[in-house]
């Protein structure tokens, strides 16, 4: 079983930083990207970053360049979300997703992690 747990969202003031992760299992998660997406209230989800399976090539929305890093650990099965210089914008539930793949015959989405940027 499929399975997508993220941890680690909270309140944190403009310009902080949180880092956000994701623990994978039921799957060869070192074959699969792996990305991570964001909804705020009342928008559309958004994609935010991926890493690619085995060389980790990474790709980011612009809106979080230079400030986000995402990055995976293989032999841990997880993947996380550095987030600096935090804006109040990227307030959303953040979601850990798997891509379709050779061995996954769909995405599968954790449940999310509130990240709340306020004063």
């Known amino acids: 079983q499929v399975q997508l747990v993220e941890s680690g969202g909270g309140l944190v003031q403009p310009g902080g930083s949180l880092r956000l992760s994701c623990a994978a299992s039921?799957?060869?998660?070192?074959?699969?990207?792996m990305s991570w997406y964001r909804q705020a209230p009342g928008k559309e989800r958004e994609w935010v970053a991926s890493?690619?399976?085995?060389?980790?090539?990474?790709n980011y929305v612009d809106s979080v360049k230079g400030r986000f890093t995402i990055s995976r650990d293989n032999a841990k099965n997880t993947v996380a979300l550095q987030m600096n210089s935090l804006k109040p914008e990227d307030s959303a539930v953040y979601y850990c997703?798997?891509?379709?793949?050779?061995?996954?015959?769909?995405?599968?989405w954790g449940k999310g992690t509130l990240v709340t940027v306020s004063s």
């Open positions: 997703v798997a891509a379709k793949s050779l061995s996954l015959s769909k995405d599968y």
């Open positions: 890493i690619s399976s085995i060389s980790g090539i990474t």
């Open positions: 039921g799957f060869l998660f070192s074959r699969n990207a």
